[in-house]
């Protein structure tokens, strides 16, 4: 579906300024993403899917991100409940213990999504961020499933999904902490907060939760599940936010060209040299990103890979935001003023390095590991 991806790259470029000044959800960019089939991607061609490996989305994320990066990253989150959906293989479940009414719990959710269902993810809080161990929303099991209450902040595209993948720790049993897929619908309220300064097309309000669920919206059929998941196989986690920033910041350089060679200025050996640097910069570190990918599709949950799932989000964080600076400075001061591509774009791309994991809780994640402790209890920030 790459050529897709980069068919509409060019419209999700011609609306962006818009949506961007409006701080509006790219409603039309999503009906283009549903027509041409991308809610699919993850869930296998059994289920009516693309069957698409992590490589695959982060090849596609990249080129969805060259043309708005805020309509790639809220797809990115339905491609990570997807994705995460799709990687529970029968075997995988047969060694976890998970019950056959899981498995058709992910395959009923992988179906929808195959036929224009798409998903949000509800986990973030407030003072909590995205640690999985600190969020107050909380559950209980009633007859027939679950009782969730609590807040949830950052939640992209809210207002706008068919199902949210909402994160909540047990009130009986606090270390434990479960997933459920909450439908849209009575107790999900969406309170809009985001007026940020970058990604502002999101719609990354907060979503307030009050809701009884059944007990097959428990993912994985059993509690407790997402810690574990988080720490084995972080990949959808901390590297698929990777893939759209890169793309962020190939885009920033592809605006920076055209805007210097519009005024004539490609002569100028400084603005040469930005730009070619900004390229090379950029290059790496999508060769990294997809790296990181092949080896989350080959070797998952290895100790190498998720040594380069770690790198690719820091190399992704910091290269937008410093590419994106550049190339502004390459531009001039023309290109600071609203509705100029590179103004926006190095908005969004100042997201990057704040997107979970930051920045520096993955240098140091991979500092710690490189010094022979573990990163994922020996970091001075809590990672989930």
């Known amino acids: 579906m790459i050529d897709e991806a980069r068919r509409l790259a060019p419209r999700f470029a011609a609306r962006a300024a818009v949506h961007d000044r409006d701080g509006a959800f790219p409603a039309d960019d999503f009906a283009d993403l549903r027509e041409a089939g991308f809610f699919g991607l993850m869930a296998p061609p059994r289920l009516g899917g693309a069957g698409a490996g992590f490589a695959d989305y982060a090849a596609i994320a990249y080129e969805l991100a060259r043309g708005n990066g805020a309509t790639a990253l809220i797809f990115n989150m339905h491609a990570s409940v997807t994705g995460a959906l799709s990687g529970v293989t029968d075997e995988l479940a047969e060694a976890l213990g998970l019950p056959p009414e899981a498995l058709r719990a992910r395959d009923d959710a992988l179906r929808a999504a ?37 807040a949830k902040t950052f939640c992209s595209g809210a207002g706008n999904a068919d199902a949210y993948l909402v994160a909540a720790r047990s009130a009986e049993e606090p270390e434990k902490v479960s997933q459920f897929l909450v439908p ?71 605006a920076a060209i055209e805007h210097v060679n519009e005024r004539k200025l490609a002569h100028l050996p400084a603005i040469r040299a930005r730009i070619g640097r900004a390229d090379a910069a950029v290059a790496a570190a999508h060769l990294a990103v997809m790296e990181a990918a092949r080896r989350v599709d080959s070797a998952p949950g290895d100790a190498e890979t998720n040594r380069w799932v770690w790198r690719a989000k820091l190399l992704a964080g910091t290269t937008a935001a410093e590419v994106a600076a550049s190339m502004l400075e390459a531009a001039g001061t023309s ?12 908005r969004d791309a100042r997201a990057g390095s704040l997107q979970p994991a930051t920045s520096d809780v993955c240098a140091d994640w991979l500092g710690v590991d490189a010094l022979g402790g573990d990163p994922d209890s020996e970091g001075s920030a809590p990672r989930w």
């Open 184 to 254: 849209a619908g009575e107790g999900l309220r969406v309170e809009e907060t985001w007026d940020a300064l970058g990604m502002r097309a999101t719609a990354s309000h907060d979503l307030h939760v009050d809701v009884t669920v059944p007990a097959g919206a428990l993912l994985g059929g059993v509690e407790g599940l997402a810690l574990v998941v988080a720490q084995l196989a972080p990949h959808w986690m901390v590297a698929s936010y990777a893939a759209v920033y890169v793309g962020v910041a190939r885009a920033s350089v592809d």
């Open 114 to 150: 195959a036929q224009g269902a798409w998903y949000a993810v509800a986990m973030s809080e407030r003072g909590a961020g995205s640690r999985l161990s600190q969020m107050s929303t909380s559950y209980r099991a009633v007859d027939g499933g679950y009782r969730i209450e609590g």
């Open 335 to 346: 290109a600071m003023r609203r509705g100029h591509p590179l103004e926006r774009l190095y």
